[in-house]
């Protein structure tokens, strides 16, 4: 072990850990307890193998992520006395360990590391116990998409066989009303009773979906204030309706099983889009601590319970609203379902290339990364300057999504590695369907070749006159990494083939 040869610097070793006689809380010289700060694992060559749960393999190894020592499986399990040595040592300040720490952290604590809007999110937000509470934040700008959509059918999953739905919203919109069916579509949300209150406030809320929430299976629907919004010839409310909840439980005592609060309304934009944080909580079981949770949280039932009672039916408001709503001298919009941000998101994928969160986060991003393993050999003998990248890659440069022939130059930008002046280069949809990037030529460019690197596009400011332009950094996988620790939020994805690429905000 100590003659291996470690993937990463190492350091003189010293040291041992300590092991309780249960097996638990191991503690390394460094101080540090694995109820601190967990452990990472190792195969037999050093490399860290990016599993959270960790290993029990007698051949892999423990790394203490604080100091960077190292200790066998086989030892931990063998040890009769409860104290192993360290086997070797990684050196933690150094940039290749740095960067394996930071890919194991986003890949360990990750549900899903091929779902790019969740890169960020760590496992324990989801772990299986009897009462959690998380907090869950959205905003398309740094490429958090959908986060509120999949925490809503997350707190739903965790409720189980839940037999009871009440959302209360101040706005909806019927692509809201059909994400969240699609989101919830199953036995349980089919068979519960469902309760929906949504305000008609200042119009802004589509007649159509309230009629589409009408029409789900044993749903009712209630308007709060209905009749004094009807009363004002602007559907001006004396007080406004701003609540968000939705919430899933069971008839009988203690009723809720997931609780969903925040600032989301029950349009695609919100959903998806838009900047929203909301807090689930969900309860498996009932110890006595996840019960007085439930107990502060009665007060959201109590509400709603007495809201849905002084609250007008919908078929005593709906076609006044929509008659009034009409006559407006300007009909009301939901203003953020009209976003760039939520037009990508819901485009159709009939005559857009790509839609929902990737063609997002493309637009939004200040960075793309690609792995040029394989680049075009455009230039005979000469090392190759095009570089194949996924379908829809043209919206990150600024191009429109929407689906053209193959083999169409989609158009040009400025394009410079740094340290060098800025080229015309142009983008192109290929017979092969894959978006084809020209590169500048690397001899000229003080590259001596693209194949086998890592390149990194990076947004300059347009120029004056809208002109679109980049930045082109020829680096490796340990490079990315060491941009994607000091990225607000990364996204990491994979081509049909393998090749990797992603994008940084």
Not at 125 to 146: P, T
Request: proline content about 4%; glycine content about 6%.
């Amino acid at each position: 072990m100590t003659e291996r040869s470690w993937p990463y610097p190492t350091v003189p070793v010293r040291g041992s850990l300590t092991v309780d006689s249960d097996g638990e809380n191991q503690r390394c010289a460094c101080g540090n307890s694995s109820y601190a700060q967990d452990w990472n694992h190792a195969d037999q060559t050093g490399q860290l193998t990016f599993e959270a749960s960790g290993s029990s393999e007698p051949e892999e190894f423990a790394v203490c992520p604080s100091c960077g020592r190292v200790y066998s499986n086989a030892d931990l399990f063998q040890s009769d006395d409860g104290i192993v040595a360290a086997v070797a040592r990684y050196d933690v300040n150094t940039r290749v360990f740095k960067a394996a720490r930071v890919q194991y952290d986003r890949e360990a604590y990750t549900a899903d590391p091929s779902r790019p809007a969740l890169t960020t999110r760590r496992g324990a937000e989801f772990e299986d116990s009897c009462y959690q509470v998380a907090v869950h934040a959205q905003d398309s700008a740094i490429g958090r998409v959908g986060v509120v959509l999949e925490a809503i059918a997350h707190a739903a999953d965790r409720a189980g066989d839940y037999e009871c739905v009440d959302i209360a919203v101040a706005y909806a919109s019927a692509e809201g009303v059909r994400l969240l069916e699609n989101a919830l579509a199953g036995p349980s949300w089919t068979e519960a009773r469902k309760r929906f209150l949504v305000s008609l406030d200042f119009g802004f809320t589509q007649p159509k979906a309230l009629a589409r929430l009408s029409e789900i299976s044993n749903a009712e629907v209630r308007i709060p204030n209905g009749r004094e919004v009807l009363g004002s010839a602007a559907l001006r409310p004396q007080t406004a309706f701003h609540a968000k909840v939705y919430s899933f439980g069971v008839e009988q005592y203690p009723y809720l099983r997931a609780l969903v609060v925040g600032s989301a309304n029950l349009t695609a934009s919100a959903l998806s889009t838009g900047a929203e944080v909301v807090t689930t909580q969900t309860w498996k079981s009932y110890s006595t601590a996840a019960l007085n949770d439930l107990r502060r949280a009665r007060s959201v039932l109590e509400w709603f319970r007495d809201t849905w009672k002084n609250a007008d039916a919908l078929a005593d408001v709906l076609d006044e609203y929509r008659e009034k709503r009409r006559a407006l001298p300007r009909p009301p919009r939901i203003r953020e379902e009209r976003t760039k941000a939520t037009r990508r998101y819901l485009a159709s994928l009939e005559d857009h290339e790509i839609s929902g969160d990737l063609s997002v986060q493309l637009a939004a991003a200040k960075a793309l990364w690609i792995d040029a393993s394989s680049v075009i050999r455009n230039r005979g003998a000469l090392p190759g300057s095009q570089l194949n990248t996924p379908r829809g890659t043209r919206v990150f440069f600024g191009f429109a999504s929407e689906k053209v022939p193959r083999d169409t130059t989609l158009g040009s930008i400025d394009l410079r590695i740094v340290g060098h002046a800025y080229h015309d280069r142009t983008i192109r949809f290929s017979n092969n369907g894959m978006d084809i990037i020209n590169l500048p030529i690397p001899e000229q460019n003080g590259v001596e070749t693209y194949q086998g690197t890592f390149l990194l596009f990076a947004r300059d400011s347009p120029w004056s006159d809208g002109r679109r332009s980049y930045t082109l950094t020829v680096t490796d996988a340990a490079g990315v990494d060491v941009k994607r620790a000091s990225a607000a939020n990364s996204v990491d994805l994979k081509m049909s083939s393998g090749r990797k690429y992603g994008l940084l905000f």
